[in-house]
């Protein structure tokens, strides 16, 4: 099977682009308004993107909440999405009207950032606190701009629970991290393994 994006005449019944690019993991984007309204959404276009400086992004089709927060004040955090929060996260998905509290909306405790104007679920098992760097509208390769906004933060600061942390790591089986699959499907990160990376002269060995 093949087809090309122009067309997407690709004979399935819903668009399996999301459903290769996957897992996704969730941004969970807690801002808070130039008015002062406070917001939480979840993104599954989000990662990280830097780890010197660490820097995370995420992304969205138009300007939503989030990007209209981030924009206004600079600031956003990006909290953890564990399993145990899956049904409280995809409320806060509703498409609610500008300024809605989300955190009460899916009964969650929202608490203000310690280094940024902005809230985070108190109920994460880590949190990101995050300045904004740059917000870019990707370009198509004909160079029209999309309908997609990219925000872009630097992490200031990071929560952890330590009860997700063992011996001297954070425990991903305790974590049980959430991720985004294609069309209406997640994923829960149940079974992690190790594995390291090769020596160039052992895979040379095996060449």
């Not at 090309?4 to 668009?15: A, P, Y």
């Not at 399996?16 to 917001?39: H, L, Q, T, Y």
Request: one cysteine or more; proline letters at 6%.
């Amino acid at each position: 099977m093949f087809y090309t994006t122009d067309s997407n005449k690709h004979g399935l019944s819903h668009d399996p682009f999301k459903a290769i690019v996957a897992p996704r993991p969730i941004g969970w984007i807690g801002s808070k308004g130039a008015d002062g309204s406070i917001n939480l959404g979840p993104y599954s276009f989000f990662n990280a993107v830097s780890d010197h400086p660490k820097i995370v992004m995420f992304s969205s089709s138009g300007r939503k909440h989030s990007q209209r927060n981030a924009g206004e004040t600079g600031v956003f955090t990006c909290n953890f999405v564990s399993r145990n929060l899956v049904e409280k996260m995809n409320l806060s998905s509703a498409a609610v009207p500008y300024g809605t509290d989300e955190f009460a909306l899916a009964g969650l405790t929202a608490v203000p950032g310690r280094l940024v104007d902005a809230p985070y679920v108190d109920e994460a098992f880590a949190v990101l606190e995050c300045k904004v760097t740059e917000i870019i509208v990707p370009k198509s390769q004909s160079g029209e701009p999309t309908e997609n906004v990219m925000v872009f933060g630097e992490v200031v600061g990071i929560h952890i629970d330590e009860a997700i942390v063992s011996n001297g790591r954070l425990d991903m089986s305790l974590a049980r991290p959430t991720a985004r699959m294609g069309y209406m499907d997640y994923s829960e990160a149940s079974e992690v393994f190790e594995m390291f990376r090769p020596k160039v002269e052992t895979v040379a060995d095996k060449a």
